[in-house]
């Protein structure tokens, strides 16, 4: 079964607070990808107004405003899983727990697809987590994007940790 996992595709990232450079452009090739699969599960984060990286970052993905919602362009399914970050004010999150993807139904040994924003922090952490899982984890590049510019050291510690990319 292709499983698919969206990262954090939010307004706040697209066009809000802390917008993710060329993020909007990816929205087509996301919805292409969520047609493809069989499962589709959307990460979000989902902060307290006092959350602790609100002292690194901007405020974003604060729970029940419009910025935390999942951009409005995107074609969600309707057979769909949504995991939630990021809601406890002392912790950062970048990845969901592994014992959360389990409860999603992923398991080891599944082929999952992961794209969304923004690839140095949230998309990695997701692909470790579940690389640690033992899934096989391929990471689309032309659906991701970065903060940073250069992203080649980041590409070369995921090959490293047997994460690959389509």
């Not at 607070?17 to 990808?33: F, Q, S």
Request: proline content about 5%; overall charge negative.
């Amino acid at each position: 079964m292709n499983k698919l996992i969206v990262v954090d595709f939010q307004n706040d990232f697209i066009s809000g607070t802390l917008p993710v450079p060329g993020a909007e452009d990816i929205t087509p090739g996301i919805n292409g990808l969520i047609t493809c699969h069989d499962e589709v599960i959307f990460t979000m984060d989902w902060h307290p107004e006092d959350h602790c990286s609100f002292d690194t970052f901007p405020s974003h993905c604060v729970a029940g405003t419009k910025g935390a919602d999942l951009h409005h362009r995107l074609e969600i399914p309707q057979k769909c899983q949504t995991i939630r970050k990021g809601m406890s004010k002392y912790r950062d999150e970048f990845s969901p727990h592994a014992d959360t993807f389990i409860k999603a139904g992923i398991v080891a040994g599944d082929r999952v697809t992961v794209c969304g924003v923004a690839l140095e922090y949230c998309v990695v952490s997701v692909a470790q987590t579940l690389n640690d899982l033992c899934c096989e984890v391929l990471i689309s590049l032309a659906e991701t994007r970065a903060i940073t510019r250069d992203i080649q050291p980041v590409l070369e510690e995921l090959l490293e940790e047997g994460i690959s990319f389509v």
